[in-house]
């Protein structure tokens, strides 16, 4: 380790220039030296605490042993939370060591300490680091608007991109905490199979089928789908990563039913967002916003779309857990978003007397927010119990729900990818969601919104398409602004290019680019 230290110290020559050198590392490192010895020491060894994992059920309050594969509470069917019992030890560490310690971390060469174990203390802290499953998610960029955008808005927004996951979803950050776990069940209970199972069309299918595929040896991957529901483009990516695709008849509940009996009665991990794994590794996305802004998280604004809810619990879930250890002393504030078509959470949060609410499915219409087209969210109890506890230590503005239209966030997606961003129709949703909140007045102006893209602009192509084309069926209630259609246009035709030399070609083709443009000559 000091090897890795002591070069810059013995260049340093003269003593004039050595104290120099040792001012900038100083200066760097904000710290002395022999704590950055410390930190640097940390940041590559793997570490040694480990943490009393517990499921605890948000039904019935019961807890179980996690060297057990449940899935819901086996008791009452509630949903569960992971939780640490061992939590309070880490806070023998001060907040000030532990950002020390991630940052020190974000150098790590440490595969398994590159991705969401950064924070491995904060995530699943049972798990040993051969059973870390890394495929490169996480650590997703912060993408400031540009200053055309900005003056459009009248509000500071910047994305981040977790379309930049390696299956191009958010859903990564939980699969990897997920697929680990379910590694060191394995090798502890010596299991020579295991069935993983969800029932999805969309991006937790093609995340589950990834990491499984690359685990391998006894894991199994199957995904079950609804038969003829679902586009040739959901399909691609569990197909390509070699899972095994089964349909059956009916829609997504039919799918759950069954995946739910199969899990009840046979050795099988449901990895449908009921399991509280996932939500654990979607915590990650909380700490790197923290990390990117420095820790400092005063007059910052975090904006999720809510569909089945995991996410937006996740990231009170973490935001938490940063405040309880003294690494950030402001909570940002979260604002959940959801299309007027499929907007139960915004419904029941818009009671403002919190003993007046009253929880209720809706029946959903379509959406372009396809991903967070869900009546009846099963982590809604998970909001419950996590936006409670945001709002005792942030206050009553610390969370809210905002509700946009169809037509909104068509409308923002196509202008944040018009202006340099990779926004899928989700991310569309969070940018229509700080707009709107703009207009009921509850930003200001020194706040900054950070939007979720929660999946990348490529996956949701066809509702750009349908834009472009103006064909949207009129359920979704969306006519597009056909001055912002963009189509390719053919140059000369196939037939004309027949009939001309090499250099004909080339010039005519550029003759007419040039009087299609109006360029001027140099
Ligand atoms: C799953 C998903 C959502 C919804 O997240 P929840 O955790 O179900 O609320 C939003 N956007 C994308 C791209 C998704 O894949
Ligand atoms: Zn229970």
């Not at 890795?4 to 110290?9: A, F, K």
């Not at 019992?85 to 300490?113: H, N, Q």
């Not at 996410?311 to 857990?321: D, E, H, P, S, Y």
């Not at 005792?392 to 961003?421: L, P």
Request: some cysteine; hydrophobic content about 40%.
């Amino acid at each position: 380790m000091l090897s890795q230290v002591s070069l810059p110290l013995l260049t340093c020559t003269s003593r004039s220039f050595k104290r120099t050198c040792e001012a900038r590392l100083q200066h760097f490192i904000g710290k002395n030296l022999h704590s950055y010895l410390g930190t640097k020491m940390t940041a590559d060894l793997f570490p040694s605490y480990r943490g009393d994992m517990e499921y605890f059920c948000l039904g019935c309050g019961k807890r179980f042993p996690t060297d057990e594969l449940y899935y819901t509470c086996p008791d009452c069917g509630g949903v569960f939370l992971l939780e640490n019992l061992a939590f309070d030890e880490l806070k023998k560490t001060s907040g000030e060591e532990w950002r020390a310690i991630f940052d020190a971390r974000a150098a790590s060469k440490k595969t398994a300490l590159r991705g969401i174990f950064r924070f491995y203390e904060l995530m699943a802290p049972v798990i040993d680091e051969e059973d870390i499953v890394y495929l490169g998610e996480g650590n997703t960029p912060i993408i400031e608007s540009s200053p055309t955008l900005r003056e459009c808005t009248g509000i500071r927004t910047a994305y981040k991109n977790d379309g930049q996951n390696p299956s191009a979803s958010f859903k990564d950050r939980g699969m990897a905490c997920g697929f680990s776990y379910l590694r060191a069940l394995i090798r502890k209970h010596g299991w020579d199979q295991i069935l993983t199972v969800c029932a999805s069309t969309g991006d937790t299918s093609a995340a589950a089928a990834l990491y499984a595929s690359y685990v391998g040896d006894a894991i199994q991957s199957v995904v079950i789908l609804p038969h003829g529901k679902v586009t040739p483009a959901q399909l691609a990516q569990p197909l390509g990563s070699g899972a095994v695709v089964l349909e059956v008849p009916g829609v997504f509940d039919d799918c759950m039913k069954v995946v739910e009996h199969l899990a009840d009665n046979y050795r099988v991990a449901l990895l449908n967002s009921k399991n509280a794994w996932r939500i654990l590794g979607q915590e990650s996305y909380a700490f790197e916003c923290a990390q990117w802004f420095d820790w400092d998280l005063k007059d910052k604004c975090i904006f999720v779309p809510i569909g089945n809810a995991g996410n937006v619990t996740a990231i009170m879930a973490g935001f938490l857990k940063l405040h309880d250890l003294g690494i950030i002393t402001d909570l940002p504030r979260i604002f959940g978003v959801q299309s007027h078509h499929a907007d139960p959470v915004y419904r029941y949060y818009a009671v403002d007397n919190p003993d007046e609410r009253h929880y209720a499915p809706v029946t959903v219409t379509p959406s372009v927010a396809q991903a967070a087209m869900i009546g009846n969210p099963v982590s809604f109890p998970r909001v419950k119990y996590f936006a409670e506890k945001f709002e005792h230590i942030g206050g009553k503005d610390s969370f809210q729900i905002i509700q946009v239209t169809e037509q909104q966030i068509m409308d923002s997606m196509i202008q944040a990818n018009r202006n340099g961003h990779i926004a899928c129709t989700q991310g569309g949703e969070t940018f229509a969601g700080a707009k709107r909140a703009l207009g009921l007045g509850l930003l200001s102006e020194k706040e900054l919104c950070i939007l979720d893209s929660t999946a990348h602009q490529l996956k949701f192509v066809d509702f750009q398409n349908m834009y472009f084309d103006n064909t949207f069926p009129p359920e979704f209630e969306v006519s597009p602004d056909t001055s912002l259609a963009n189509r390719p246009e053919l140059v000369i035709s196939p037939e004309e290019k027949a009939t001309l030399s090499a250099d004909e070609y080339t010039r005519t083709t550029a003759d007419t680019i040039v009087a299609k443009l109006g360029l001027k000559k140099k």
